[in-house]
Nanobody, 125 residues
Framework: QVQLVESGGGLVQAGGSLRLSCAAP????????MGWFRQAPGKEREFVAG????????GYADSVKGRFTISRDNAKNTVYLQMNSLKPEDTAVYYC??????????????????WGQGTQVTVSS
């Protein structure tokens, strides 16, 4: 079992920035694919960004391309989501996820085996 702990959420004005972190205490996840998903009130969970275990490949939802950056530090067992130029529509609970195998895509929640509890991001207009 892999425990994922997200942090870094909060309230920010539109145009601002936040950096989310996801840690796996006591666990090495250097071989896992990592992803970020989000769920807004009344909406389904959606893919945001993903990164290969090597860090050499990433994928983004069209809605966040050019504004969000996913990265990882395997030595620290931590993955990050840098969010810039935030918009009110980015308001959601953000979830970190880890997958044991890379399916060729980062977009599908079914490819991830472990999930964090989520961190709230609220962007005010």
């Amino acid at each position: 079992q892999v425990q994922l702990v997200e942090s870094g959420g909060g309230l920010v004005q539109a145009g601002g920035s936040l950096r989310l972190s996801c840690a796996a205490p006591g666990r090495t996840f250097s071989s896992y694919v990592m992803g970020w998903f989000r769920q807004a009130p009344g909406k389904e969970r959606e893919f945001v960004a993903g990164i290969h275990w090597s860090g050499g490949s990433t994928g983004y939802a069209d809605s966040v391309k050019g504004r969000f950056t996913i990265s990882r530090d395997n030595a620290k067992n931590t993955v990050y989501l840098q969010m810039n130029s935030l918009k009110p529509e980015d308001t959601a609970v953000y979830y970190c996820a880890a997958g044991r195998h890379y399916s060729g895509s980062y977009h599908y929640s079914r490819d991830y085996d472990y999930w964090g509890q989520g961190t709230q991001v609220t962007v005010s207009s």
